[in-house]
């Protein structure tokens, strides 16, 4: 017989478990704890990617956390000063020798908290574990016990020499060569540049939230701002070009929304989701969106408003601030 959902020919018998288990039509919830999200079998996939209840990892200090608050995401910082625990040798002098501090592993995760062992001290642990007869003996964290199958080395960039009270490091901006086609990253929207020169102040589909009106970039701000979390947080296209990260052609109002969030927010919103896309694919229509006059560093959003890369810009027209007094209301009251 024939399903009334898919219109697939099943047994039968079978019709009970094709509706429950098979059907691409079927209704199905979002697997990640705290999700609402319920639809059609075959668009759950797609959900899985941009749902903010997934878990996300941390490309430079390896912390799992929930998408939802990877944009507000600072990693570890460890002074210069600070001693492994296990050979009491401050990481400063350890970093001269070229051995970073560890993180602990386990299942390709990091497995606890805690960056107080040097690589040199951790490996050792580790080794001795692994040449140990007994089944049962295996690397634990000092601290917490907490078990470790493998080390990866802290980012030397987050060792810092501390003499006044330290400030968050930005996060560093992908290197092309860890960029393949496809790869998803998050990095700041200060980062990213516009491919247009100018923008409309409203995006292109109507919302039922805003009675199917096209919602303006200041109303989508003003949801955010007021704590309506979106369901899911979509990737933007991005690509690379003469050795800068540009939009994929489509997107610019998507970076201008992260943009002010990121200047006037960057406790909350620091780092956007992006998947890098080849430039010369036709979809993208490079030659034909690639029409900034500035670099990408700002935008003109129609007509004679500005977002650049800060709050007040400086002397150069790279970056000549926010000027643009409706948002600049919003955000500053």
Not at 63 to 69: G, P, Q, T, Y
Request: proline share 6%.
């Amino acid at each position: 017989i024939s399903c009334d959902l898919c219109a697939e020919l099943v047994a039968r018998d079978g019709m009970h478990r094709h509706l429950s288990q098979c059907c691409r039509f079927r209704i199905v919830g979002c697997t990640n704890d705290g999700c609402r999200w319920q639809d059609v079998h075959d668009g759950l996939a797609k959900h899985l990617e941009s749902c903010c209840h997934s878990m996300e990892t941390c490309v430079w200090c390896q912390e799992s956390i929930l998408a939802r608050w990877m944009p507000s995401h600072t990693c570890p910082i460890i002074p210069y000063d600070h001693t492994c625990m296990l050979c009491c040798e401050p990481f400063g002098d350890l970093l001269d020798k070229g051995v970073l501090p560890a993180i602990l592993l386990r299942n390709a995760c990091r497995c606890c908290d805690h960056l107080n062992f040097c690589m040199r001290c951790a490996r050792k642990w580790l080794k001795r574990a692994e040449i140990a007869k007994d089944s049962e003996c295996v690397a634990q964290c000092p601290l917490c016990r907490a078990h470790y199958d493998n080390l990866t080395e802290f980012p030397p960039h987050l060792l810092v020499k501390i003499s006044v009270a330290p400030k968050p490091r930005e996060m560093l901006l992908p290197r092309m060569c860890h960029c393949p086609l496809g790869s998803k990253h998050w990095v700041s929207p200060l980062h990213v540049h516009f491919t247009h020169d100018s923008i409309s102040p409203s995006f292109k589909d109507g919302e039922a939230a805003f009675g199917w009106r096209r919602p303006g970039i200041l109303d989508t701000i003003r949801q955010l701002l007021a704590g309506e979390e979106p369901q899911e947080l979509d990737h933007l296209d991005v690509v690379w070009f003469q050795g800068r990260i540009f939009v994929a052609g489509s997107g610019n109002r998507r970076l201008c929304m992260w943009r002010l969030l990121a200047i006037f927010h960057p406790e909350r919103w620091a780092m956007m989701k992006v998947r890098f896309v080849d430039v010369r694919d036709p979809r993208v229509r490079w030659e034909k969106m690639f029409d900034t006059k500035c670099h990408g560093d700002c935008v003109q959003v129609r007509w004679g408003r500005l977002v650049g890369k800060s709050k007040d810009g400086d002397s150069s027209e790279a970056d000549p601030g926010v000027d643009w007094p409706q948002a600049r209301c919003l955000f500053e009251g």
